[in-house]
């Protein structure tokens, strides 16, 4: 019996994110890993970025001393450590933590990692002892003489380095560890080259460019791409006398009304949905479950708010919604441009993003013998591409 051919487990791989500066260059009061780029903090943007990637096992995060119940709160699964002084203490402070034997080791004030660098420093490892992403020098280099021109420097040779940077990690410990104490590095991989280590170059990328300056961050958020997402959504209320008619945000003049456990608004029900759909957010029921009592008779537009705070909470917005009622009664044409009014005025649209149709079904069916509406919508958002 000859044994099946052993293919080796590919090598873990730590991500060591280091967030523990003050951003001086950057002002505003807050750090700049804490400042928000389409509404989420950069740590949080560089941090999802490894925990997402399937080639990365386990992310370390380190942060000033007094700063971990605020990076606690923006990232619930990182492994969050204190850094030092410097960003050279920073690092080794983190080393200590990394279980893997591959570490990537990276700046939280570069929020946006494309996993294909990822991808690259991995596949470099596994020869090298380090790798890090470089990108071309385009402008003329010079040498700054106060307010005259000093001295071009030919760029042809030159390299720009970012971070991720990728290395063995025990390499990369020995690195720090005979590093001159009082000597500054302004990244890990020029320690490796010291140490005499193979540091290879692979290609970089834009979006990993650096926030620095308080401009850098209008830079980023243009940077950021967006992806467009449409959902749909679907809901049927019965129609009982002795109920107001809420449709759309509007009460509806009518002998019924919808009923159900909230206000049991049909249209915004099927729009909440839509909404929830487009970031795969379960439906309404899960976030507002009718066996809980609070929702009795609620205003369905909460729900639709709530929604749509979720979009916007993750740097999303909603560009378009359309909805279709369908009923017998009551005609819903008199009624549009108020329902139009009202949902963009919840959503925060421009009535011209708010689309309402309405269809009878000839007489056919539960809609048909005026029993109940039922109402279809679609939304389409744009949300930053994860
Ligand atoms: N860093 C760190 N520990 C330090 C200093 C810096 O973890 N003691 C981190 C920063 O949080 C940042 C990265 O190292 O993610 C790159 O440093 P830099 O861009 O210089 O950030 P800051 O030091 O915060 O900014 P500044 O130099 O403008 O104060
Ligand atoms: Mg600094």
Known sequence: MTAPPRVAAPPRVAALIVAAGSGVRAGGDLPKQYRELAGRALVAHA????????????????????????????????????????????????????????????DAARPLVPAAVIDRLIAALVEADGATPILPVADTLARDEGDRLGEVIPRAGLIRIQTPQGFRTAVIREAHARWPEGEEATDDAQMVRRLGGDVRLVQGDAMLEKVTHPQDFATAEARLAYESRSASG????????????WLGGVLVPHDKGLSGHSDADV??????????????????GTHFP????????ADSAQFLQHAASLITDRGGRIDFVDLTIICEAPKIGPHREAMRARIAALLDLVTDRVSIKATTTERLGFTGRGEGIAAQAVATVSVPRT
């Open 47 to 106: 941090h999802d970025a490894f925990a997402n990637h399937p080639a990365i096992d386990e992310v370390i995060v380190v942060v000033a001393p007094d700063a971990q119940t605020r990076a606690r709160s923006l990232l619930a699964t990182a492994r969050i450590v204190a850094g030092g002084e410097t960003r050279r203490e920073s690092v080794r402070d983190g080393l200590d933590h990394v279980t893997a034997p591959l570490v990537l080791i990276h």
């Open 234 to 245: 679907f809901d049927v209320h019965r129609l009982e006398a002795g109920e107001e008619l």
């Open 267 to 284: 249209a915004l029900h099927a729009l909440t949905d839509a909404l929830l759909g487009t970031i795969a957010a379960g439906d309404i």
């Open 290 to 297: 009718p066996s809980d009592p609070q929702w009795k008779g």
